[in-house]
Protein backbone atom coordinates (compact mmCIF):
# COMPACT_ATOMS: atom_id res chain seq x y z
CA UNK A 1 0.00 0.00 0.00
CA UNK A 2 1.52 3.45 -0.91
CA UNK A 3 0.29 6.59 0.74
CA UNK A 4 0.40 9.72 -0.90
CA UNK A 5 1.94 12.82 1.28
CA UNK A 6 -0.70 15.30 0.98
CA UNK A 7 1.23 18.70 -0.05
CA UNK A 8 1.21 21.05 3.25
CA UNK A 9 -1.56 23.89 3.73
CA UNK A 10 -0.69 26.82 1.81
CA UNK A 11 -2.22 29.99 3.72
CA UNK A 12 -2.96 32.88 0.86
CA UNK A 13 -2.68 36.11 3.42
CA UNK A 14 -4.45 39.21 1.45
CA UNK A 15 -2.72 42.12 0.99
CA UNK A 16 -3.97 45.03 3.96
CA UNK A 17 -6.29 47.28 2.43
CA UNK A 18 -6.07 50.14 4.35
CA UNK A 19 -8.99 53.10 3.66
CA UNK A 20 -8.84 56.39 3.19
CA UNK A 21 -10.83 59.72 3.84
CA UNK A 22 -10.08 62.54 0.87
CA UNK A 23 -10.77 65.93 1.07
CA UNK A 24 -10.41 67.92 -2.67
CA UNK A 25 -10.45 71.61 -3.24
CA UNK A 26 -12.94 71.97 -6.55
CA UNK A 27 -12.15 74.79 -9.09
CA UNK A 28 -15.64 76.23 -7.41
CA UNK A 29 -14.13 76.47 -3.93
CA UNK A 30 -15.86 73.94 -2.69
CA UNK A 31 -14.23 70.90 -1.26
CA UNK A 32 -15.45 67.37 -2.18
CA UNK A 33 -15.19 64.85 0.59
CA UNK A 34 -15.09 60.75 -0.34
CA UNK A 35 -13.57 57.38 0.65
CA UNK A 36 -11.29 54.98 -1.30
CA UNK A 37 -8.83 52.07 -0.95
CA UNK A 38 -6.75 53.34 -3.95
CA UNK A 39 -5.94 57.01 -3.35
CA UNK A 40 -3.82 57.10 -6.46
CA UNK A 41 -6.45 55.72 -8.83
CA UNK A 42 -9.51 58.11 -7.71
CA UNK A 43 -8.08 60.94 -7.69
CA UNK A 44 -6.78 60.33 -11.17
CA UNK A 45 -10.12 59.62 -11.82
CA UNK A 46 -11.38 62.78 -10.81
CA UNK A 47 -9.12 64.32 -12.26
CA UNK A 48 -10.18 62.81 -15.47
CA UNK A 49 -13.68 63.47 -15.43
CA UNK A 50 -14.71 59.79 -14.42
CA UNK A 51 -15.14 60.51 -10.60
CA UNK A 52 -18.03 61.39 -8.62
CA UNK A 53 -20.95 63.32 -10.26
CA UNK A 54 -20.14 66.25 -8.29
CA UNK A 55 -16.66 66.21 -9.51
CA UNK A 56 -17.13 65.89 -13.13
CA UNK A 57 -19.36 68.94 -12.86
CA UNK A 58 -16.20 71.09 -10.24
CA UNK A 59 -13.21 69.79 -11.53
CA UNK A 60 -10.66 69.41 -8.65
CA UNK A 61 -8.18 71.70 -8.42
CA UNK A 62 -6.09 69.70 -6.09
CA UNK A 63 -5.69 67.05 -3.03
CA UNK A 64 -5.97 68.61 0.45
CA UNK A 65 -5.27 65.61 2.27
CA UNK A 66 -6.46 62.67 3.51
CA UNK A 67 -6.68 60.22 6.23
CA UNK A 68 -6.60 56.29 6.93
CA UNK A 69 -8.65 54.00 8.26
CA UNK A 70 -8.57 49.99 8.82
CA UNK A 71 -11.43 49.59 6.86
CA UNK A 72 -14.56 50.96 4.82
CA UNK A 73 -17.03 50.89 7.88
CA UNK A 74 -14.40 53.45 9.60
CA UNK A 75 -13.84 55.48 6.53
CA UNK A 76 -17.48 55.74 5.75
CA UNK A 77 -18.77 56.93 9.42
CA UNK A 78 -15.75 59.61 8.87
CA UNK A 79 -17.16 60.32 5.53
CA UNK A 80 -20.33 61.31 7.32
CA UNK A 81 -19.08 63.03 10.08
CA UNK A 82 -17.27 65.30 7.64
CA UNK A 83 -19.92 66.04 5.43
CA UNK A 84 -21.51 67.38 8.22
CA UNK A 85 -19.07 69.88 9.41
CA UNK A 86 -18.82 73.83 7.69
CA UNK A 87 -16.21 73.87 5.10
CA UNK A 88 -13.94 76.04 7.61
CA UNK A 89 -13.66 72.76 10.11
CA UNK A 90 -13.11 70.29 7.43
CA UNK A 91 -9.51 70.93 6.96
CA UNK A 92 -9.61 70.86 10.59
CA UNK A 93 -10.74 67.29 10.70
CA UNK A 94 -7.52 66.12 8.84
CA UNK A 95 -5.39 68.49 10.24
CA UNK A 96 -6.17 67.25 13.52
CA UNK A 97 -5.61 63.54 12.42
CA UNK A 98 -2.45 63.97 10.42
CA UNK A 99 -1.19 65.41 14.04
CA UNK A 100 -2.21 62.73 15.53
CA UNK A 101 -0.15 60.46 13.11
CA UNK A 102 2.73 62.84 12.04
CA UNK A 103 1.57 62.79 8.62
CA UNK A 104 1.46 65.39 7.00
CA UNK A 105 -0.74 67.23 4.27
CA UNK A 106 -0.43 68.09 0.64
Known amino acids: MTT ?4 AAVQITKPVK ?10 NGSY ?7 LDIRYAA ?3 GRGARYTRANPPLRLL ?9 SASRAEW ?3 Q ?15 E ?3 ALF
Open 18 to 27: SWCLYLIECR
Open 46 to 48: HVA
Open 101 to 103: SGK
Open 85 to 99: LPKERKLAFLEDASS
Open 81 to 83: QIK
Open 4 to 7: VNEP
Open 65 to 73: GFRNYPNRS
Open 32 to 38: YAGITNR
